[in-house]
C-alpha cells in the first residue's frame, strides 16, 4: 500500500496536518490505535483547551471552527496567578491588551470531533482505524510503516504525532529529553455560585496548584495538581466531598463548588525530542514538544507545527520537488524549535520556582511576581505570547 504521506497518530494535531495537506494532491494515511467509532465521536476527557488567537485562525482555516457550536465556546479575558496566602495577583490581559479577549477555551473532545468531520470524505486520504504500528523503517528513498494485522505502507514521508511517550519516535532513533514529574493533575467540571468573569486563575499554594478556567455562566474547570499519591485519595472522593476539597483548596473565592462531571486524573510528563525530524520523517504535535499545562501552549504549539510543516510540503508538491527533503526537514525543525524553545525552557523554571516549597522558594516566587507587576514590558510581552496573534 504506497502513499505520499504516512501520519502515525489520529489525535488533532495528526488530523490537522492530514486536513492541511487536502486539495494539494498527495496520497494520505491516517493509522491510529483508537477504533473509527471513538475518533467519529470521542467521549468527553475533562481537559478544556485554551485557544490563541493563532490556534483560532488555523482551525478557521482547516473548517474545523465552523463545526463548533457557539455555545460550547467560552471567552478567556484574563489570567492571574496567585501565590500562596498573598492577595497580590499578577494579570495578563485586560483593557491594556487591545483586545477584549486572550484567547477562547473549548473542551478537548469538542475539538477532535470537529476535526474528525473536516476530513471525512476527503479526497486521497485513508483513515486506517484500530491498527497500531509494529515497525518503523526509513532510508534514502522511503518510510515503511508494518500495522499490527501485518499490511505494509510505504510513503515518501512519514509523519509522527502518536503521544508525547512516542513509539515511533523511539524507532526511528530520535531520543527526547522525558521528566516523569511524580505529579498528577486532576480535571474537573464543577459549577459556582460566584461570578468568574471570564478570568482563568493559577494559584500556587503550599503542597498544591490549582487553577480554575472560566466557562460558559457560572462553570469553571478546576484543575488540581498534587504529587500522585496523593492525588488517587482526593479522586475517590463522593462528588459532595470533592465539592467541598475543591472549595477549600480554592479558599471559596467563587462560592461552594459541585461537581458537574467525574473528576478525571492524569499523570504529567513533560517531554522536548532532541530532532524533530530524521530521514524521511518528522515529528509533529506532543510527539515533538510535550507541554507542562501550566502555560496552556500545549495543544497550541502542536498546532502551530502542523501547520508550518504541511506548508512546507505544499509548496515541495506544488513545484514537483521531494516532499521529505533533508533541507525541508531541516526548515520544519529549526522554525518550530524557535517556535517551541524558549517557552518550554521558561516553563520549566517556573513550575520549578512554583512547586518548591522551602521558605527561600516561596520568598523568591512572591518577590518575582512583585516584580513582573511593576515592569510593563514583561506583561505586555507575556500576553502576547498568550494570545498569540
Known sequence: MEYDVIVVGGGPTGLAFARSLAGSGLRLAVV???PLDTLADPAPDGREIALTHRSVGILGDLG??????????????EARVLNGSSRFALTFGGTGSGADRLGQLVSNHRIRRALFQTTEGQDGLTLL???????????????????????SLTARLLVASDSRLS???DRLGI?????????????????????????????FEHGHTIA??????????????????????IASLDPEALGAEITRRYRGRLGAMRPVEEPRVYPLVTTYANHFAATRAALIGDTAVGMHPVTAHGFNFGLQGQATLARLVREAAAKGRDIAAP?????YEMTHRLATRPLYT?????VGLYTNDRPPMALARHAALRAAAHLPLVRSTVTRMLMQH
Not at 346 to 350: D, E, H, R, V
Open 64 to 77: 474545523a471552527w465552523a463545526r463548533l457550536d457557539p455555545a460550547d465556546i467560552a471567552p478567556l479575558r
Open 167 to 169: 513509539e515511533v519516535r
Open 175 to 203: 531520543g527526547a529529553s522525558i521528566n516523569r514529574l511524580g505529579q498528577s493533575m486532576m480535571v474537573c467540571r464543577v459549577a459556582h455560585d460566584g461570578d468568574h468573569g471570564g478570568v482563568a486563575t493559577e494559584w
Open 212 to 233: 480554575m478556567l472560566p466557562l460558559n455562566g457560572r462553570m469553571s474547570s478546576a484543575v488540581l495538581t498534587l504529587p500522585s499519591a496523593a492525588m488517587r485519595q
Open 327 to 331: 533541507l525541508l526537514l531541516r526548515r
Open 32 to 34: 491510529e490505535r483508537q
Open 129 to 151: 482505524a484500530g491498527q497500531t504500528v509494529t515497525d518503523v523503517r526509513t532510508d534514502r528513498d522511503r518510510a515503511m510503516v508494518r500495522l499490527s494485522d501485518g499490511r
Open 346 to 350: 521558561a516553563t520549566a523554571l517556573l
